[in-house]
């Protein structure tokens, strides 16, 4: 069963964990109906990985350096206050300043958090327009996608 909340959002995708969807997808294409044996799996993931070159690899490190998710409104105002709170009391623990930040945020009314949700929305409207983020899936995998099909593509004209 998965540990941790659900609706945490996700860490940066390595590299290397884009190179390991992708055999996982090319894995399910070529056998829908083996289920992966996670260990032996990774280890040839691994293996394969190792023995690369870096122009291969450089694929899958260009998909990983894609923007995410543009920051909601709340981090954005942390990333703004947070280091002020953090300069102010320098012995203050991270957990500490998170709590102070979420109190802050909380107590603010709808006018003081208009500037953090209106550069919020901007951010949102620019990735849209870059075709970076669709609000339901992950730029990177719909980045890596594409390269991908268009990869295909080429390889069939030739």
Not at 10 to 30: D, G, I, L, P
Not at 42 to 68: H, L, N, P, Q, Y
Not at 86 to 94: E, F, H
Request: proline share 6%; charged share 40%; aromatic share 8%.
């Amino acid at each position: 069963m998965a540990k941790g909340d659900p609706k945490k959002p996700k860490s940066k995708m390595s590299a290397y964990a884009f190179y390991v969807q992708m055999c996982r997808e090319e894995h399910k294409k070529k056998n829908p109906e083996v289920p992966v044996n996670f260990a032996e799996f990774s280890k040839k993931c691994s293996e394969r990985w190792k023995t690369m070159s870096g122009k291969e690899k450089s694929k899958f490190d260009e998909i990983a350096k894609v923007d995410k998710v543009p920051p909601s409104r709340f981090f954005l105002f942390c990333s703004e206050l947070g280091p002020k709170i953090k300069s102010t009391n320098p012995t203050i623990s991270i957990g500490d300043v998170a709590k102070k930040l979420g109190e802050m945020w909380n107590n603010l009314n709808d006018s003081e958090k208009q500037p953090y949700i209106t550069k919020a929305e901007k951010d949102v409207a620019d990735c849209k327009s870059k075709g970076k983020f669709d609000g339901a899936k992950d730029p990177a995998i719909v980045a890596w996608k594409k390269g991908k099909e268009e990869e295909e593509e080429q390889e069939e004209a030739e």
